[in-house]
């Protein structure tokens, strides 16, 4: 099996104008292969279906909005890994999500099988929370910002056209960042008044995360939706303002 960036270097070859026959005497590789690889550009098999990202002119995943829903997942609480021999070259993107929260797992259910129709989402469960995977030699193509470590020792840059997308669906990106490292919940303030102590209740939202890329992020997601925010602590941002929250259900609302 030829490394990815091998045959795309083929490709390129092919498509400078060079023969198949001038092709595989520059690269070593057989003109029966390339000549496969020239009719069907993008690697393709029942397994890991056809990636948008290796193609000669690559193309933004669609629907775009799961992407954007599924990026914030894995940016608050999922992971890329190896599966069995890392000669096969195949991934598992893994995303967390709590037991308590159903809905959740059904809709990152759903936005892996819409980027990734043909392959299988597999869901195991875990100590307290199920973990939804799917397995496929391209996800770290689709999220470039997979690398060795945890993701808050490391720099997290989304790529121009996950920018574009995160623009384009901002709410859903959020949406994907509070349903895996967020919430919503019930804000309870005591005041001391002549007449008396009295309690009052309000809801908002927290996004906790140890990156201040993912964090900046967030924030930069909110400015987008006219969401006004501010940070709690360190590694926290909250929206309080009752026309802040009212604006934010429209796009997240409570876990379910």
């Not at 397994?47 to 948008?52: D, E, F, L, Q, V």
């Not at 006004?228 to 929206?239: D, G, H, I, M, Q």
């Amino acid at each position: 099996m030829y490394d990815l960036a091998v045959r795309d270097e083929a490709l390129r070859l092919l498509a400078s104008g060079l023969s198949i026959s001038e092709t595989s005497r520059q690269t070593g590789i057989s003109p029966p292969t390339i000549h496969r690889w020239r009719n069907r550009p993008a690697y393709e098999s029942p397994m890991t279906g056809t990636c948008p990202r290796c193609a000669l002119q690559p193309h933004s995943p669609a629907p775009a909005d799961s992407y954007a829903y599924l990026l914030g997942l894995y940016l608050g609480d999922g992971c890329i890994c190896w599966v069995g021999d890392r000669s096969k070259q195949v991934w598992a993107l893994r995303i967390a999500c709590a037991n308590r929260w159903p809905g959740l797992v059904q809709e990152c259910i759903e936005a892996l099988q819409a980027i990734r129709p043909t392959n299988k989402v597999r869901v195991r469960q875990l100590q307290g929370c199920k973990d939804v995977n799917s397995y496929s030699k391209h996800w770290p193509h689709l999220f470039p910002q997979h690398g060795p470590g945890k993701k808050h020792e490391r720099a997290i840059v989304l790529e121009p056209w996950q920018r574009e997308i995160v623009s384009a669906h901002p709410g859903r990106f959020v949406r994907g960042l509070i349903h895996s490292d967020g919430c919503r919940g019930m804000n309870r303030v005591r005041r001391v008044l002549p007449s008396g102590v009295r309690w009052y209740e309000y809801p908002r939202y927290h996004f906790k995360n140890e990156s201040p890329d993912i964090l900046a992020l967030c924030g930069e997601a909110l400015d987008l939706l006219g969401v006004a925010w501010r940070f709690n602590n360190r590694n926290e941002l909250s929206v309080a303002r009752r026309e802040a929250v009212e604006l934010l259900d429209l796009h997240v609302g409570p876990k379910y």
